[in-house]
């Protein structure tokens, strides 16, 4: 899951995938905005057929809190 998640943010962030740690900061490292992490949310949501409510992932900042976030969202709803 982290794998899928990292080549998303360096496709929406334009980084290459190596360049995408577990501790980058959503927006100091990697330079989202608030629409772009609505954007990277909605993607997450159809690619991982979960819902993220919006006070969730307003707390998420770097891609570890993300990953962690998912995958606990993704064995509550197997």
Known sequence: MNEQIRALLAANCGLPYHSIT???N???????DSLDTV???LQLEDLFKISIPDEDYQRLQTVR???EYL???VVATA
Do not use: N, P
């Open 26 to 32: 959503l927006s100091k490292d990697l330079g989202l």
């Open 71 to 73: 995958e606990g969202k």
């Open 22 to 24: 577990d501790d980058a």
């Open 39 to 41: 954007d990277l949310v």
């Open 65 to 67: 809190q993300f990953c």
